[in-house]
C-alpha cells in the first residue's frame, strides 16, 4: 500500500527558509513521479513542482522557480522541497502526492497523481 507523509512545515518570517519532507512507503522513486502541489484558503490546487522517475525531468511553477528546490533522498525515500526566499504569498498547506504512470518527463497536472499525504501547513508572515 502506497502511503506519503508530509512534514517540516511551520511558521516563518518572509525571507526565511524551510524544508518540507515526504517520507514515502510501498513505493521507490525509482517507479514513481513526484510532486508538490499547494492550496491556499479560498484558492484552487496549485503545482509548486515535480521530479520524474528517474529524477532527470525536475520542474518548477513560475511563482518558485530560482526559490524552491526538490530533490530526494532514495535511501531514505524521502522526497524534499527545500524553500528558500520564502513570500507571505507563499502560504498554503503543502501536498506531496505520487504518479505511478509518469514517465521520462514529470507531470504537472494534479489529477495525474494518484496517491496524496495529508499535507503540511506553511505559514509566512510579513
Known amino acids: 500500500q502506497v502511503q506519503v507523509v508530509e512534514s517540516g512545515g511551520g511558521l516563518v518570517q518572509a525571507g526565511g527558509s524551510l524544508r518540507l519532507s515526504c517520507t514515502a512507503s510501498?513505493?521507490?522513486?525509482?517507479?514513481?513521479?513526484m510532486g508538490w502541489f499547494r492550496q491556499a484558503p479560498g484558492k484552487e490546487r496549485e503545482r509548486v513542482s515535480c521530479?520524474?522517475?528517474?529524477?532527470?525531468?525536475?520542474r518548477y511553477a513560475d511563482s518558485v522557480k530560482g526559490r524552491f528546490t526538490i530533490s530526494w533522498d532514495n535511501a531514505k525515500n524521502t522526497l524534499y522541497l527545500q524553500m528558500n526566499s520564502l513570500k507571505p504569498e507563499d502560504t498554503a498547506m503543502y501536498y506531496c502526492?505520487?504518479?505511478?504512470?509518469?514517465?521520462?518527463?514529470?507531470?504537472?497536472?494534479?489529477?495525474?497523481?494518484?496517491?496524496w499525504g495529508q499535507g503540511t501547513q506553511v505559514t509566512v508572515s510579513s
Open positions: 502526492a505520487a504518479d505511478p504512470y509518469g514517465g521520462a518527463l514529470c507531470r504537472v497536472e494534479a489529477y495525474a497523481y494518484t496517491y
Open positions: 510501498g513505493l521507490t522513486f525509482d517507479d514513481y513521479g
Open positions: 521530479i520524474s522517475r528517474n529524477g532527470g525531468s525536475r
